[in-house]
C-alpha cells in the first residue's frame, strides 16, 4: 500500500515524534504495554487491551501496577523484550536532556522498577484515575540494549533513533529523508503477522500533486482530501472517500493578553461583552456550509466530538447581529457614522486576524470572517502567514486574534496544557493566554473524578463555563477524509491515528495489482 | 587567459561570500527557527529552550556567523534539523537528481526553441511564424507553477499517461530489471522537464529568429545561394551556424540553472532536487540547510558563468584573438 503524505516525519524515534506522520510510523513500529481501544476511555484501566504486556495487576494500595510481558515478544534484530527494557523507557521519556514532547504528563509516575526479567513494576505517586492511561498511553518501549550508552542530548541526532528498532508488527525497512518511509511486514511478530506485506509512506507536497497521484493510481491512500475535492472520489470507480473521527478542532481565538506587552491584558479583547458580540456577529452554518458543502461538521464548544467527555448538547452564543451590534454599544464601541468601524474612547474596533495560508479551509474561513465582521463595525486585517511564522507568533503572545487547528489529547489533562492558567506559553499551548480559576478547579475535579460518567458531568460544566467566556469562537471538528483505492479494505480508523489498526488492512488476492504482489524479497533483515 | 581566469575567479568567491552571509543573516532574521514548528504537536518551551541553547542558536547572531564561517572552512556545512542528515550529504544527494532533471529540460528546450527560432525566421511574416509567437509568448507568460500544475492534472490525472510525481515508481523500482529501472525514470522525468522546456523555449525561440534574421541577408548567404546551393543546405550549413551565437551565451548564462533546480518544478513534482530541498528548507527554518544549499547552488553559478565565457570564447575566435 502507498500512502500519500505532504511531509516527512520529524522524527520516528518515540520521545521526539511530533508530527501526525512520524505518528502513524512509531504506532506500528514500536508498541504500548497495552493499547486504549477505540472507544479512548482514559479512566482506569477497563478500556485496554493488551499488547506487549499480556496481563497487569495493581497493587492493593493502587499505587503501583505490576505489568507481565508477553514472553514470545522480540525486538525487530531478535533479541527478546525484557522488563528493564520498559524500565529504560520510562527514563528516557523523562531525561529533561532528551527532550521528550510529553514529557510534561509523567508528573505521577515516580519510578519503575524490574521485579524480573518479563515483569516491570510502575509506581506511582499519587492515586489518580488516569494513572494507567499517563504510562501506558504515552510511553512506547523502546531497546535499552540498542540505544544504551547514547546521553540523552544525542538521541536526536542519533543514526539508532532513526533505524525503528521497535517490537511492532511492521518492521522499518528504509527511509529516504524527504522521498519516503518504507515499513515491511514483521512476519514472525507476537502479535500476529501484519496482512499487508508493505506500507510505504511517499513525500509529496503539493496537495493537488497528491491528488493526482491517488486518483491516477499511484498512491493508495491519502490521507487528508482537500474538502473541496471529496465529491470527485463519489463518482471515481477506482477511489472511494473514507472519513475518519478527528481529535482536532478548529477555532477563532482572541488573545487575552496585549501582542505588545502580554502583561497588560489585550485592549480589545479583554471585555467579555466584546468577545462574546463578535461569537455572535458570525454565522458559522453559513460558513461551515460555504467552505465545506457536505462534509463539514459544525463545532459544539471547544473539543472535537470524538472525545468520550464531549458534550453537543451545549448552548453556544447564537447567531444574531442585531443583539451582537447591541452588546458592542453597550460595551461602548459605537458606530461614529452607520456603517463605519466602531471606536471606543478613540481607539478603533480593528484588530489583525493571524491565519496559516497552508490550510485552505481557515484561509477561506478568514475571508468570510471579515465580511461578516465588517457588518458589525469592526476592521478585521487579515495577517496570513506560514504555519511555522503562525505558531511562533502564537509562543509570543504577538497577535490579536488566531484561526487555529487545535489537536487534543483523548485525556481532560491534556485541557489542562491547552487552556488551564499553567498552559500559558512557554508553559503549555494555551495560546490566548485564557485565565479563569473556577475552570482550572473544574478540570482538577475532573483529573480526580473516579469514573467515565462523573469526567463527562464535570467537564460539561468546565466546557459551559469556557463557552460563556468566549475566549474564541468554535467553527468546526476538523474533517478527516481519506482517499483510498477500493481494493483496500480499511481496519476501524481511530480519531488518534488512523493507521493504529494498519496491520489489520488488507488487500483481497483477486484484486491485488503487480505492487501488491511484489513480497518481501528485498526487505532489509 | 590566465590572469583573467584568476580575475574570475576572485571575483566568483566575493560573490559566493556575499550571498552565503547574506542568506545566512536573513534566514535567522526570519520569525521562527529549527524548533519552533516541527510538526502537529508542539514542542514546550522548556524544550524548544534546551534545543536552542544545545545547537547554539541562544548565542548572539554575528557568534554564531563565526562558528559557521570556521566550520565551513573546515568543509562542514553542519547539520539538518528536518532532514537529520549532515548537509553535504544531502547536498550531494540531490545534486546529480537536479542534474538529471535540469539538463533534460536544458536540452529540450534548446532543442525546440532553436528549431522554432529557425522556422519562424525562413516564414518570417508568414501565418506561421505569428502563430509560433503567439503560443511561445503564451508560454513564456505562463508562471512555472501553474504550467506544472496542468501539466500534472491533464497528463497524470485526466489523461493517466504520465507518473504524478516523485523520480521513481516507490515499491517496484528495486524490482524492475536495469532497463526498466531507466524506463520508470524516464517516464518520471518527461513531464517536469517538458514543462520546464516550455517555459524556457519560448525565449530561446525569440533569440534565435532574431539571431537568423539577421544573419539571412548577409553576403556570404547570397554568395551560397549563388553557389546552388540548396535553401535547406544554405539554412542549416550557412546561416544557422553563424547565428547560434547569441544562443550559445543563452545557454551559458542558463548552465546556473542546472544545480540550482526550479524551486516549484521541483516542489509539484517532487522531484528530490536542490529546489525541492531548498523549499522545505527555508519553510522549516532549518538553518545549516538553508544556508548550505545557498553555498553550493552560489558556487555552481560562479563556475556556470565562467563556464559560459569560456563556451563564448571557443565559439567566437575574435574573442580568443583578444
Known amino acids: ?525 | 587567459m590566465g590572469r583573467y581566469l584568476a580575475a574570475r575567479l576572485l571575483q566568483s568567491l566575493i560573490v559566493v561570500v556575499l550571498v552565503t552571509t547574506i542568506s545566512f543573516f536573513l534566514i535567522r532574521f526570519a520569525p521562527g527557527d529549527p524548533f519552533s514548528f516541527v510538526g502537529d504537536f508542539p514542542m514546550s518551551g522548556a524544550v524548544r529552550a534546551q534545543l536552542r541553547a544545545q545547537y547554539g542558536y541562544d548565542r548572539p547572531v554575528p557568534e554564531q556567523f563565526l562558528l559557521f564561517l570556521g566550520n565551513v572552512a573546515r568543509g562542514r556545512l553542519g547539520y539538518s534539523h528536518s532532514m537529520h542528515r549532515d548537509v553535504g550529504t544531502i547536498i550531494a544527494g540531490a545534486v546529480p537528481r537536479t542534474l538529471l532533471l535540469m539538463s533534460a529540460a536544458l536540452a529540450a528546450s534548446f532543442a525546440i526553441g532553436i528549431a522554432l527560432g529557425a522556422l519562424q525566421a525562413v516564414r518570417r511574416g508568414s501565418w506561421l511564424d505569428r502563430a509560433t509567437s503567439g503560443v511561445l509568448l503564451l508560454f513564456y507568460s505562463i508562471p512555472d507553477f501553474w504550467l506544472a500544475l496542468m501539466s500534472l492534472l491533464a497528463f497524470a490525472y485526466w489523461l493517466p499517461v504520465f507518473p504524478a510525481g516523485g523520480m521513481v515508481d516507490q515499491v517496484m523500482h528495486d524490482y524492475m530489471s536495469f532497463g526498466g529501472r531507466v524506463r520508470d525514470i524516464i517516464a518520471h522525468l518527461i513531464l517536469p522537464s517538458l514543462t520546464l522546456a516550455l517555459l524556457s523555449a519560448a525565449g530561446i525561440a525569440r533569440f534565435q529568429r532574431a539571431a537568423l534574421l539577421e544573419v539571412l541577408p548577409q553576403d556570404y548567404v547570397r554568395t551560397a545561394r549563388a553557389k546552388g546551393l540548396g535553401e535547406r543546405s544554405v539554412v542549416l550549413k550557412h546561416a544557422l551556424r553563424n547565428a547560434l551565437l547569441p544562443v550559445i551565451t543563452l545557454l551559458g548564462l542558463s548552465l546556473p540553472a542546472l544545480v540550482g533546480g526550479a524551486f516549484f518544478v521541483e516542489k509539484v513534482f517532487s522531484w528530490p532536487g536542490m529546489g525541492f530541498i531548498a523549499a522545505n528548507a527555508i519553510a522549516s527554518r532549518d538553518y545549516d540547510l538553508v544556508t548550505g544549499t545557498v553555498i553550493v547552488g552560489g558556487i555552481m553559478v560562479a563556475v556556470g558563468s565562467l563556464l559560459a565565457d569560456l563556451l563564448y570564447a571557443a565559439a567566437d575566435p575574435r574573442l580568443r584573438a583578444r
Open chain 1, 1 to 525: 500500500m502507498v500512502v500519500a503524505v505532504a511531509s516527512d516525519a520529524s522524527s520516528i524515534f518515540p520521545p521526539h515524534v511530533t508530527d501526525q506522520i512520524g505518528a502513524a510510523i512509531r504506532d506500528n513500529v514500536y508498541d504500548r504495554l497495552a493499547d486504549m481501544g477505540d472507544e479512548m476511555i482514559t479512566v482506569g484501566d477497563k478500556g485496554f487491551t493488551p499488547h506487549l504486556a499480556e496481563r497487569w495487576e495493581w497493587s492493593p494500595d493502587s499505587l503501583s501496577v505490576a505489568f507481565h510481558l508477553n514472553p514470545r515478544a522480540r525486538w525487530h534484530d531478535g533479541q527478546p523484550v525484557r522488563a528493564s527494557d520498559v524500565r529504560y523507557s520510562f527514563r528516557v521519556f523523562v531525561d529533561p536532556k532528551v527532550g521528550a514532547s510529553v514529557s510534561s504528563e509523567m508528573a505521577n509516575i515516580d519510578s519503575v522498577s524490574v521485579r524480573d526479567s518479563l515483569t516491570p513494576v510502575v509506581w506511582y505517586k499519587h492515586r489518580r484515575p488516569e494513572a494507567f492511561y499517563d504510562f501506558v498511553y504515552q510511553i512506547y518501549i523502546m531497546p535499552e540494549h540498542v540505544f544504551q550508552g547514547i546521553p540523552g542530548d544525542q538521541l536526536r541526532t542519533s543514526e539508532l533513533a532513526r533505524k525503528g528498532i521497535g517490537s511492532g508488527r511492521f518492521r522499518l525497512n528504509r527511509w529516504d529523508a524527504g522521498q519516503r518511509i518504507e515499513l515491511v511486514a514483521d512476519t514472525a511478530n507476537y502479535r500476529g503477522r501484519p496482512k499487508l506485506d508493505r506500507v510505504v509512506w511517499t513525500i509529496v507536497p503539493d496537495a493537488s500533486a497528491a491528488f493526482a497521484q491517488l486518483m491516477g493510481g499511484q498512491a493508495d491512500f491519502l490521507e487528508f482530501v482537500p474538502p473541496d475535492q471529496v465529491h470527485l472520489l463519489d463518482s471515481s470507480k477506482a477511489v472511494r472517500a473514507a472519513p475518519y473521527p478527528s481529535l482536532q478542532y478548529a477555532f477563532m481565538g482572541f488573545n487575552q493578553v496585549d501582542a505588545k506587552n502580554p502583561s497588560r491584558p489585550h485592549p480589545i479583547f479583554n471585555d467579555v461583552r466584546v468577545r462574546r458580540a463578535l461569537s455572535m456577529a458570525l454565522d458559522r452554518r453559513a460558513m461551515l456550509q460555504n467552505v465545506f458543502a457536505g462534509v463539514g461538521r459544525m463545532s459544539y464548544g471547544p473539543f472535537p466530538r470524538t472525545l468520550s467527555f464531549a458534550d453537543t448538547t451545549l448552548a453556544i452564543p447564537p447567531y444574531d447581529v442585531n443583539a451582537a451590534k447591541a452588546l458592542l454599544d453597550s460595551a461602548g464601541w459605537r458606530e461614529p457614522t452607520p456603517g463605519a468601524v466602531r471606536v471606543k474612547n478613540g481607539v478603533p474596533l480593528r484588530f489583525s486576524l493571524l491565519v496559516p495560508i497552508s490550510s485552505r479551509p481557515r484561509v477561506a474561513y478568514s475571508v468570510i470572517i471579515q465580511e461578516q465582521l465588517r457588518r458589525v463595525g469592526a476592521q478585521v486585517d487579515l495577517d496570513q502567514v506560514q504555519a511555522n511564522v503562525s505558531y511562533e507568533r502564537e509562543f509570543k503572545h504577538n497577535f490579536d486574534a488566531v484561526l487555529h487547528a487545535q489537536f487534543t489529547d483523548p485525556s481532560p489533562s491534556g485541557y489542562k496544557q491547552q487552556w488551564g492558567s499553567g498552559g500559558v506559553p512557554p508553559n503549555g499551548q494555551n495560546w490566548l493566554s485564557y485565565r479563569n480559576p473556577a475552570f482550572d478547579a473544574l478540570l482538577d475535579s475532573a483529573l480526580i473524578a473516579g469514573d467515565e460518567s462523573r469526567v463527562r458531568g464535570v467537564m460539561r460544566r468546565a466546557f459551559q463555563l469556557q463557552i460563556a467566556d468566549a475566549p474564541a469562537v468554535w467553527l468546526y471538528d476538523v474533517p478527516t477524509i481519506a482517499g483510498v483505492q477500493r481494493r483496500i479494505r480499511t481496519a476501524p480508523m481511530r480519531p488518534d491515528g488512523w493507521s493504529i489498526h494498519l496491520a489489520e488492512f488488507t488487500i483481497p488476492p483477486n484484486e491485488r495489482i503487480a505492487r501488491d504482489n511484489v513480497g518481501l524479497a528485498n526487505a532489509n533483515r
